[in-house]
């Protein structure tokens, strides 16, 4: 397993903006954070000015000139907007076809129609783990909600254990599965391989979900036995369609970028020689700029013109698409400009010659890391990319599967307890129709169990790759 070394920046060291010491700049970070999480739950401020104000706070506690810290923060902000943020908005336009096309209902009625009985809560992480693949979090929640419902309603089924299986695929795709912005931006940071990246999060993805989902919603469903709100089934988009697109084509249209990337990380893997044709040809086509476009294109036909979309419905679903991702891509810019003024403070040397005796592994670290900022802050989104800045020179020295690991730890520990700061939390809790303790019973306890359970699957998996 890779450990901390003060020598993993040696070659690559930046000049800091500020020469305090040690002591000032873990005074400096702490500050920097509280300040933070004080404007995020005591002020209820926006994430996008909670981080770019504790980014300044940050550099002034450092005893950073101010013209270096806000060029340190819009130079991360760029970055960061420039390496994941047409990827988010391309993602963003997939989720919207799907939803509106009917082509998430088509795939949801399709397998349900063939669940029963037992299986159905497996059902239940099949739909929401395919479905979360191209959606945000918040945007899959409300898809997957009237499903949620209507199947508890119809089957006579514990809300609980339809719900929780459904939460937890599309927690766990949220957190470990590019192209969602959180892998993205750690991806980004640590500069780690996107494909193998992908790959190793499938794995660890897979055993967390069972695990979290249908295992765990048997004991959710005898602590929280409610009945499924009738207040909140709204309608769903596919009741306003004459047509809507076939099973296939949806789901073939769903998975083509997972496929394309995978398939590049796969030829990397067996090929490796950059002057190959074919490993040039995968790497353009399995890049996520392509494979997203290609999608959101295919998309455009197998799912827009397939429920019978005109050029001007297509055109109107794409623009809308857009408006709701502003928020997102400037939480995600001023976490990169936050994580960039770490670094260019030199907080990351610092970790690194403080750690260099420890015996901690790195991969532990960058969890413990990232629950930290989770519990304090709330989002999921800004511990990941404040703590993939913060351990980002750990993976100088890792090799490129180690390096897609710390990406997971991030992710991991990054969904560690939603508690009652976490936006996510109130929306489960209003949708459920939960109390308070009912909801941390389920949806917070569960999001622990994939913290903790994917947070080991990633140390198990540094120990044999």
Partial sequence: MTRLSA????????????????????????????????LITKFKLHAFLALT?????????????????????????????AGVGVLIALGAILGKLLADSGGADQIVDTILAKAGGRAMPWAMVLIASVIGLPLFFEVGIVLLIPVVLMVA????????????????????????????PGPLVAIDAVKANLGITLA?????????????????SRYAARWVDVPAPDRMIPTRASEDLAKRPGFGATLATMLLPVILMLSKALVDIIVDDPTDHVQRVFDVIGAPLIALLAAVIVGMFTLGRAAGFTKDRLATTVEKSLAPIAGILLIVGAGGGFKQTLIDSG?????????????????????????????????????????????????????????????????AGSLFFSHVNDAGFWLVKEY??????????????METIISVVGGGLVLLLSLVI
Avoid: C
Wanted: proline content about 5%.
């Fill in 53 to 81: 104000i504790g980014s300044l706070a940050l550099g002034a506690f450092a005893g950073a000139p101010l013209d270096k810290t806000i060029v340190s923060f819009t130079t991360g902000l760029g970055s960061t907007v």
């Fill in 432 to 445: 459920f129709g939960l109390n308070v303790g009912q909801t941390i019973k389920t949806w917070s306890v």
């Fill in 347 to 411: 907080v990351g040397q610092m970790i690194l010659d403080i750690s260099k005796d420890w015996s901690i592994p790195a991969l532990l670290l960058a969890w413990l890391i990232a629950v930290a900022i989770r519990l304090a802050t709330g989002s999921a989104t800004v511990a990941t990319i404040s703590a993939a800045g913060l351990v980002a020179p750990l993976a100088a020295d890792m090799s490129t599967a180690h390096t897609s690991l710390l990406v997971l730890a991030i992710g």
């Fill in 200 to 216: 190793l999060g499938v794995l660890v993805a897979i055993p967390t979900v069972i695990i979290a989902g249908p295992l765990f």
């Fill in 153 to 180: 309603k119809r089957g006579n089924y514990s809300l609980m254990r339809i719900g929780i299986p459904a939460l937890a695929g599309l927690s766990v795709m949220h957190g470990l599965i590019p192209p969602h």
């Fill in 7 to 38: 020598e993993m920046l040696a070659a690559d060291a930046v000049e800091p903006i500020t020469s305090a010491g040690h002591a000032q700049l873990g005074i400096a970070v702490l500050a920097g954070i509280a300040v933070i999480v004080l």
